[in-house]
């Protein structure tokens, strides 16, 4: 069994800043890719940003320069700084991890449960 907990949601003015963090618990034998996805109200899921375990990182143009990914591979958990927020920001946030259980095992995706942040005055 692996579990993603997500945490570091909540609401905050324009311009502010939040930091999300997901940790990867659980039957784990090695974390590929990690990163972050979000989904508005009325709006599909769109992917945020992805860091390789490599610390190789990836991000939407709507967020560069403003959300910064990163990623602790000791604790299996991966962090977005998310600073000059806007209201357009606001969506569940949910952490996704390529995890591989065994040693050749087949890699899964996991998801977080989400977390809430909105940005509103």
């Known amino acids: 069994q692996v579990q993603l907990v997500e945490s570091g949601g909540g609401l905050v003015q324009p311009g502010g800043s939040l930091r999300l963090s997901c940790a990867a618990s659980?039957?784990?034998?090695?974390?590929?890719?990690m990163g972050w996805y979000r989904q508005a109200p009325g709006k599909e899921r769109e992917l945020v940003a992805t860091?390789?375990?490599?610390?190789?990182?990836y991000s939407v143009d709507s967020v560069k320069g403003r959300f910064t990914i990163s990623r602790d591979n000791a604790k299996n958990t991966v962090y977005l700084q998310m600073n000059s927020l806007k209201p357009e920001d606001t969506a569940v946030y949910y952490c996704?991890?390529?995890?591989?259980?065994?040693?050749?095992?087949?890699?899964?995706?996991?998801w977080g449960q989400g977390t809430q942040v909105t940005v509103s005055s």
């Open positions: 996704n991890a390529e995890i591989i259980r065994s040693w050749g095992g087949y890699v899964d995706d996991h």
């Open positions: 659980g039957s784990i034998f090695r974390v590929n890719t």
């Open positions: 860091i390789t375990s490599g610390g190789n990182t």
